[in-house]
């Protein structure tokens, strides 16, 4: 029983219970809806680079304009913003589904609108994750808000991918969409039930550019924040754009088609989720850091492994625990940041973290689908998992560093208790 209170003590929150509800239902129609789009845009063209391509239009604008997103989130009500871009998401995804629907779409229509969709992203993904803090009374309780964060988005990878599949076999890429454009309304209808304070307008004295570089130079001071940001750009220009090839392993090493793509995705979720459950049932005093090292160690072996196993079954075993593996990547990342940013300085941090993340990502999608283009997918694959275990080697004296303050400092306390009984 207290393990199980432990784990969704978050949901203490009225507030938190609608937020989680509401992106719950929202995040399984995203992730059928990017599932859809990189099925179709490979069964159009046959090619590793338009699915980089595909991935890059989705995801660089965040690149652009994240930092921009940032101190929009830190001078203006996150809840309106929420409101705005939810709003604006769920257009784009009926325009998507109306394009399949007329059934004379072009790739690069939707790459178009798969822009559109990156550009409402780059000012979403900065107001929404501080939110949290704003819809969460009990402070202590954040942590497992972060974590059950991570669940949600985890069990919507599970959920979409496996359902976007069965979809686009059996009823086609327009239902697919058409369900993420209805899936809106529940974040929708969450924002408007709950009761937020009043907002407090912030006085604004400073160009956009001063705060620009305000942000760069507190992470440039706060090497807590900064070195894991490096560590997370880093493995997201270079590893978490696996994904990007997932399609090439349904569709020519297992022999699939749009339910083996599916399936695929969801072993990946099932690792993610049980990972997020397990960050979100540790002790508020566990070490995150050295969860994150092992972890990554974790992610890199077992993508080394999925990458030259032709066997489905034995596949899917190694996909899910790469999915335990990667979880931590974003999830303790996203917490460490937000616990250890100054409030006022929230906004354009996680908008830092969308660049490293977010902005990132696209940018390494279209160097894999290139390179991949010329070795093939199951050694690009393996490569991305050698990186891994490098980028944790690189960045495991910081990682241990608290551990070994802790010990160092438990060490001389105790020599001091030594020396007063001498």
Partial sequence: MNLKLNTFRAFRSRNYQLYFTGQSISLIGTWMQRTGVSWVVYTMTHSAFMLGITVFATQFPSFLLSLYGGIVSDRYNRYKIMLITQTTAMIQAVLLAILIFTNHYTVWEILTLSVILGIVNAFDMPARQPMVHEIIHDKTDLPNALALNSSMVNLARVLGPALSGIVLQKLGAGICFSVNALSFLAVIISLLLMKLPPYQPKLVKKKISSELVEGFVYLKNTPAIGMILLMLAIMSLLVLPYNTLLPIFAKVIFKGD???????????????????????????????????????????????????????PLAMVFATITGFGMMSLTTISNTIIQLKSDPRMRGRVMSYFALAFFGMMPMGSLLIGTVSQQIGAPNMLLIQGMIAIIVAII??????????????RRNIKEENVVMKNI
């Fill in 258 to 312: 749009a339910i083996t793509f599916g399936y695929i995705n969801s072993f990946i979720g099932i690792g993610a989720l049980c990972g997020a459950f397990f960050l979100a049932s540790v002790k508020p005093d566990t070490d995150l850091k050295i969860i994150l090292l092992v972890n990554t160690l974790i992610f890199g072996v077992c993508l080394m492994l999925f990458s030259h196993i032709s066997c489905f």
């Fill in 395 to 408: 960045f495991s004296g910081f990682l241990r560093k608290d551990k070994l303050n802790k010990r160092n």
